[in-house]
């Protein structure tokens, strides 16, 4: 859900700036780099999937009228293999990409990391979380919960509050604009989720080592 900057108001912007600047410190400060330079084939794979939030969120489309395009997230699947913290920074990479290519407003970037990025993560993350207190060792809970339940919670959640967002003051054109097209962004939750879990399913399948948050001792019993 990439927002036009003719749609969001100066504090606005700014103030959702300073949450995800503080998130992506949060998350550098956070993220495992020794053992992300240990091992080549890590960092392949990191590059691989900031490339691949990059393309789920070119290949959106604007809704006419509206100044805001829909698209895939794509985040939740990053959580998954790489944890909430190099997720949290691939994304907002992938976001800073967008705006140097001009495919992206750089006025309202602000917006797009707080509900594109950081929200989704952290609900991403959050779900994980849940899981891992389970008592199950059900490897579908694992990857059904962690890739399909995660990336659809993550777009209601995502949703939800960029709608909430639109009362702020100023924020009158955002609010006609979610007025009209909101059914259609809680609509992407379920093709969000096939598509997140698909990835993890594939990915704890066949490239356990690369799934970060995997317990194979737990799922495995090894």
């Not at 084939?41 to 590059?47: A, D, E, I, K």
């Not at 495919?103 to 959050?126: E, M």
């Not at 969000?192 to 490239?207: C, I, P, R």
């Amino acid at each position: 859900m990439l927002i036009n900057e003719t749609l969001v108001p100066e504090s606005l912007n700014y103030s959702c700036l300073i949450l995800a600047l503080i998130s992506l410190f949060l998350a550098s400060m956070a993220a495992p780099w020794r053992a992300l330079k240990a091992k080549a084939s890590r960092q392949h794979c990191l590059y691989a999937a900031m490339l691949m939030l990059t393309g789920c969120w070119i290949l959106g489309v604007r809704l006419s009228g509206s100044g805001i395009t829909i698209h895939m997230l794509g985040i939740t699947a990053v959580v998954v293999l790489f944890g909430w913290s190099l997720a949290v920074i691939a994304g907002c990479i992938a976001q800073f990409c967008l705006v140097l290519l001009g495919l992206g407003d750089g006025y309202s970037l602000g917006v797009n990391l707080l509900v594109i990025v950081v929200l989704p993560a952290t609900v991403s993350r959050l779900i994980l979380w849940i899981i891992e207190q389970l008592p199950s060792t059900n490897l579908y809970a694992y990857m059904l919960g962690g890739g399909f339940i995660g990336a659809i919670l993550s777009v209601i959640v995502s949703a939800t509050v960029l709608i909430g967002l639109s009362f702020w003051p100023g924020a009158e054109l955002l609010h006609t604009s979610l007025a009209n097209i909101a059914p259609y962004l809680f609509m992407l939750s379920f093709p969000e989720g096939f598509l997140n879990g698909t990835v993890v399913t594939a990915a704890t399948v066949f490239a356990p080592d690369i799934v970060r948050t995997f317990n194979e001792e737990k799922y495995l019993g090894r």
